[in-house]
């Protein structure tokens, strides 16, 4: 390589990792910052699923008397096309009995037990008196100024049109966000009712992980609103340290490393992204 062919690379990927440390601290030299509808800085999973049964009418409205800034939740369809808050598709787990939610009317619809095991806590239970499954309208009606994140947990069709309808139904767009860790899922949410916000996808979570540590990042336009993702640490949470290898323990601190990073986190929110990490 002849000496100014080397010059002018070595110009290229100065000015390129100059410009895009500059545009990773202040992107909105090239990109719009969104406008934030609502800010969230407590979110209840499942509507606080370690302090009630989840998913539940009582665990939202405890959620919200203490001051959460959004209830996170979960919907299903049920047969005669209701749209249902639930965690799960098949209710064994969480009703005890072995049926799926799209095969059954919501009248038919069986009661929470009355103890659930709570999800990312080893050994921990929830209880409460409320076990009945609540229609996704019922929370509209309830928290009418709440904001609300839903995940869409199986690709319907049916059930994103019927989401779509009730969130403009109660004129939520503004106050609702979207989605679920499936592209597929995600992009037909954005399809049906782009005025909504959307989730990132398990798909764009590592594309986006791709690009920030290439550099690529502060480049790419993103229409997502809400960067929602695990601490891998929470694994440890639910698994006795002992039991588990040291290429194991390495994997779960390297992917802590590489997912928890201040600086992915300071872009996105300088682009008016919201984080959430699900610990």
């Not at 390129?16 to 800085?41: D, E, W």
């Not at 990042?217 to 993702?229: A, G, N």
């Amino acid at each position: 390589m002849s000496s100014t062919a080397a010059f002018y690379l070595l110009s290229t990927l100065g000015g390129y990792l100059v410009t895009s440390f500059l545009l990773l601290k202040y992107p909105t030299l090239l990109h719009q910052r969104k406008k934030q509808r609502f800010l969230s800085k407590h979110i209840s999973h499942r509507g606080g699923a370690g302090e009630n049964l989840e998913n539940t009418m009582a665990a939202f409205q405890h959620a919200v008397t203490i001051g959460t800034d959004m209830l996170e939740l979960d919907c299903h369809i049920t047969k005669d096309e209701q749209v249902v808050v639930s965690h799960d598709e098949n209710l064994k787990r969480s009703t005890g009995v072995n049926v799926n939610i799209s095969d059954l009317k919501y009248c038919e619809l069986p009661p929470y037990l009355g103890k659930l095991d709570v999800a990312f806590q080893k050994a921990c239970q929830s209880e409460g008196k409320d076990n009945r499954i609540p229609l996704l309208k019922e929370v509209f009606e309830a928290f009418p100024n709440t904001p609300i994140n839903i995940d869409i947990k199986v690709n319907n069709n049916v059930l994103i049109k019927k989401v779509s309808e009730l969130v403009k139904l109660y004129r939520r767009e503004q106050i609702t966000v979207w989605g679920n860790a499936s592209y597929e899922i995600v992009e037909k949410c954005y399809k049906e009712n782009s005025d909504i916000p959307i989730l990132f996808s398990l798909q764009r979570v590592l594309l986006i992980l791709g690009l920030f540590f290439t550099g690529l990042l502060p480049f790419v336009p993103i229409r997502e609103q809400f960067f929602e993702i695990p601490m891998p640490s929470i694994i440890l949470k639910l698994r006795e340290p002992h039991t588990m290898s040291r290429s194991q323990k390495f994997l779960i601190w390297l992917s802590d490393i590489l997912l928890m990073r201040k600086a992915l986190f300071d872009h996105l929110t300088a682009r008016g992204i919201q984080i959430a990490s699900l610990i």
